[in-house]
C-alpha cells in the first residue's frame, strides 16, 4: 500500500511541476529526492527482510571493540560495514539512525547520477528506481545499498575525469 501512494504521490508531483513549467529542473529532483528519502530512511526497522537484522547487528557492534569487530572471523559481515555501525551507532545508538544515514547515501547518490547523466528528463530515472526494483532492494540489503550507492557515486567521477575520487568510492564499495 505504501508504494501505490508512493507512486500516486511521484506522479502528483510530476503533473504540478509541469503545470508550473518547472520541469527537468533541479527543484524537481530535491522533491523527488526528498520523498525518496523520507521513504527509505525513515521507515520503520521491520520493514525489509533483513532490515531487523542489521539494525540489531547495528546496536550490537557497541558490545565490541574496533579490534575484536576487525578480527572476528566468524561474522559474515565485511570489516568496513562493521567498523561503520560501530562508529556510528557509538555517536547515535538508536536503529533508525541507520536507516536515516543509508537513505541519505542512496539518494545522495541517485541524485548526484541523475543529475550528471539524466537532466533532460529527471523523471524516467525516477520511475525506474521505483518501477524495476532497485527501491525494494535499497530497503531490503542495507550493505549491498551502501555498496551500490558508493559504485555509483564511483562511476560519477570517472565520467567526470576524478580517478582518484572514484578509487576511494570503489575501496568504500568493497568493503562494504
Known amino acids: 500500500m505504501g508504494f501505490i501512494l508512493l507512486l500516486i504521490?511521484?506522479?502528483?508531483?510530476?503533473i504540478f511541476f509541469i503545470r508550473c513549467r518547472m520541469r527537468n529542473s533541479l527543484v524537481?529532483?530535491?522533491c523527488y529526492i526528498i520523498v525518496l528519502f523520507i521513504f527509505i530512511g525513515l521507515r520503520d526497522p521491520s520493514v525489509g527482510n533483513d532490515t531487523g537484522t542489521y539494525c540489531r547487528w547495528y546496536l550490537d557492534t557497541l558490545?565490541?571493540?574496533?579490534?575484536?569487530?576487525i578480527e572476528q572471523?566468524?561474522?559474515?559481515?565485511?570489516?568496513?560495514?562493521?567498523?561503520?555501525?560501530?562508529?556510528?551507532?557509538?555517536?547515535?545508538?538508536?536503529k533508525q539512525t541507520l536507516l536515516i544515514v543509508q537513505g541519505a547515501v542512496v539518494v545522495y547518490a541517485l541524485k548526484k547520477f541523475i543529475w550528471t547523466f539524466?537532466?533532460?528528463?529527471i523523471f524516467i530515472p525516477i520511475l525506474?528506481?521505483?518501477?524495476?526494483?532497485l527501491l525494494f532492494f535499497h530497503i531490503t540489503g542495507i550493505r549491498q545499498s551502501f555498496s551500490m550507492s558508493f559504485c555509483l557515486l564511483a562511476y560519477v567521477a570517472i565520467a567526470l575525469g576524478k580517478i582518484k575520487r572514484s578509487l576511494i568510492w570503489y575501496a568504500l564499495a568493497l568493503s562494504f
Open 128 to 133: 525506474i528506481f521505483m518501477a524495476f526494483g
Open 9 to 14: 504521490l511521484v506522479f502528483a508531483m510530476r
Open 118 to 121: 539524466c537532466r533532460r528528463d
Open 28 to 30: 524537481e529532483l530535491n
Open 63 to 69: 558490545n565490541y571493540s574496533f579490534s575484536a569487530l
Open 73 to 94: 572471523k566468524s561474522n559474515a559481515m565485511e570489516v568496513g560495514y562493521l567498523v561503520f555501525s560501530k562508529t556510528l551507532a557509538a555517536l547515535l545508538p538508536y
